[in-house]
T-cell receptor
Framework: EPEVTQTPSHQVTQMGQEVILRCVPISNHLYFYWYRQILGQKVEFLVSFYNNEISEKSEIFDDQFSVERPDGSNFTLKIRSTKLEDSAMYFC??????????????FGPGTRLTVL | DAKTTQPPSMDCAEGRAANLPCNHSTISGNEYVYWYRQIHSQGPQYIIHGLKNNETNEMASLIITEDRKSSTLILPHATLRDTAVYYCIVRDRGSTLGRLYFGRGTQLTVWP
């Protein structure tokens, strides 16, 4: 069964450093998402991406964040200058063609980001 | 923001049915009810969704009340591997954006 994959599984970085989290969505999917979950907190939406541009972003997704689909398979989340409060699990998700609101989202296993 | 209310925790004996309730009294006619679950620190996993009819798949059944203000997710024969946080989410079926709003969910613990 196809699945969303994410690398690395765990990323440790120093405050102020740039990190890139990578995701490979399911191959025929068209809508892509990033969510995060701070330890013990709710899963929070960051951004959705469709047709090579951001569809929607939350207030969390400020100028320090960016997303890119550099080729036909990868979907990346970049944090330009990490802060301690960016420490969280980051989940990538994708949705098949059709109306995104009525389709299920397939989530990856997550990348645990630890900012020291 | 989450438009649903769920009990924070429930438990269930292995092999028995787990019935997880959800209130969504402000649901509109265009909104589906979705259920996802999250097994400890893993990515959320889709379970089932419905609009107004009851639905069943290989994982669970979804019972939606006639007024659509509440629903119940039923795991017919719970196993230890069903221990997880279960999220009930309402979502506009016409949305082209499709973001999910997760609440706190219900921590279901299945005991042997």
């Amino acid at each position: 069964e196809p699945e969303v994959t994410q690398t690395p599984s765990h990323q440790v970085t120093q405050m102020g450093q740039e990190v890139i989290l990578r995701c490979v969505p399911i191959s025929n999917h068209l809508y892509f998402y990033w969510y995060r979950q701070i330890l013990g907190q709710k899963v929070e939406f960051l951004v959705s991406f469709y047709n090579n541009e951001i569809s929607e972003k939350s207030e969390i997704f400020d100028d320090q964040f960016s997303v890119e689909r550099p080729d036909g398979s990868n979907f990346t989340l970049k944090i330009r200058s990490t802060k301690l409060e960016d420490s969280a699990m980051y989940f990538c998700a994708s949705t098949p063609p059709g109306t995104a609101g009525s389709n299920e989202q397939f989530f990856g296993p997550g990348t645990r980001l630890t900012v020291l | 923001d989450a438009k649903t209310t769920q009990p924070p925790s429930m438990d269930c004996a292995e092999g028995r049915a787990a019935n997880l309730p959800c209130n969504h009294s402000t649901i509109s006619g265009n909104e589906y009810v979705y259920w996802y679950r999250q097994i400890h620190s893993q990515g959320p996993q889709y379970i089932i969704h419905g609009l107004k009819n009851n639905e069943t798949n290989e994982m669970a059944s979804l019972i939606i009340t006639e007024d659509r203000k509440s629903s119940t997710l039923i795991l017919p024969h719970a196993t230890l591997r069903d221990t997880a946080v279960y999220y009930c989410i309402v979502r506009d079926r016409g949305s082209t954006l499709g973001r999910l709003y997760f609440g706190r969910g219900t921590q279901l613990t299945v005991w042997p």
